[in-house]
C-alpha cells in the first residue's frame, strides 16, 4: 500500500479518444506531481501542484491538461495524443514542494493505438 | 540544464555479495539525494535518502555516500538478496524539483 493510488493501472486509447488519470493520495500532502516514464530515458517531471496551485509545466503539449481540484485528488486529461506518449504515467506527492521525499503511486500504463 | 548521470545501467552480483551504483550530478546547489527502488508494475519506492550536510547514511544493508566536492554520490548494499532486484534510481534536489538518473538494473544471483 503505497499511499498514493493511480487509476485505471492500465489504458488503451485511440489518437481521437478522450481520455483521464486519475491520482489520489492519502498521505496529507500538499504537492502533487506528474511524471512520464518511457523505457530507456529518465522519469520526466511533467506538473507540479502546490497547495492545488500550478508551479511548474515542464513544457508539456497541450494534449495533456493537468487539473487540481484539491490537495488529495490529481488529474491528467489526454486528447489526441501521439503513439510516442504511450508510456507508464506516475503520480508522486510530498509534504509540499522543494527538496523532500516524494511518494509514487503504481502507475497508469498508458498505449495510443 | 541540471542532469543526473547514473552508472552501471545493469549489475548482476552473487547473492551474499554486495553492490554499488554511483551517481554524478552536474547542479552545484543541489542538495538532497534520494534514492528509489521500483520492482516490475509498481511504482519507484523511496529506499533512502541523503542531505547535502552529511557525508554517510545507513540503513540497516542499505548505505548512501555524499562527496560534495566531487559531485558525486553512491549506493551501497551489502549482503545482497534475490528481493533486492530492481530497478534503482538516484534523484538530486534542484531548485525544488527532482532530476532522476536513467536507472540501473540489478539482478541478484541465488
Known amino acids: 500500500e503505497t499511499g498514493v493510488t493511480q487509476t485505471p493501472r492500465h489504458l488503451v486509447m485511440g489518437m481521437t479518444n478522450k481520455k483521464s488519470l486519475k491520482c489520489e493520495q492519502h498521505l496529507g500532502h500538499n504537492a502533487m506531481y506528474w511524471y512520464k516514464q518511457s523505457a530507456k530515458k529518465p522519469l520526466e517531471l511533467m506538473f507540479v501542484?502546490?497547495?492545488?496551485?500550478?508551479?511548474e509545466n515542464n513544457s508539456v503539449p497541450s494534449r495533456f491538461s493537468p487539473e487540481c481540484p484539491n490537495s488529495s485528488h490529481l488529474f491528467l486529461h489526454l486528447h489526441t495524443l501521439q503513439p510516442e506518449d504511450s508510456a507508464l504515467y506516475l503520480c508522486?506527492?510530498?509534504?509540499?514542494?522543494?527538496?523532500?521525499?516524494?511518494?509514487f503511486g503504481d502507475g497508469t500504463r498508458l498505449s495510443i493505438l | 540544464g541540471e542532469n543526473v548521470e547514473q552508472h552501471p545501467s545493469t549489475l548482476s552480483v552473487q547473492e551474499g555479495d554486495s553492490a554499488v551504483i554511483k551517481c554524478t550530478y552536474s547542479d552545484s546547489a543541489s542538495n538532497y539525494f534520494p534514492w528509489y527502488k521500483q520492482e516490475l508494475g509498481k511504482g519507484p519506492q523511496l529506499i533512502i535518502d541523503?542531505?547535502?550536510?552529511?557525508g554517510e547514511k545507513k540503513d540497516q544493508r542499505i548505505a548512501v555516500t555524499l562527496n560534495k566536492t566531487a559531485k558525486h554520490f553512491s549506493l551501497h548494499i551489502t549482503e545482497t538478496q534475490p528481493e533486492d532486484s530492481a530497478v534503482y534510481f538516484c534523484a538530486g534536489g534542484s531548485q525544488g524539483n527532482l532530476i532522476f538518473g536513467k536507472g540501473t538494473k540489478l539482478s541478484v544471483k541465488p
Open positions: 508522486a506527492s510530498s509534504q509540499e514542494k522543494g527538496n523532500q521525499p516524494q511518494h
Open positions: 501542484y502546490n497547495f492545488k496551485e500550478q508551479t
Open positions: 541523503i542531505r547535502s550536510n552529511v
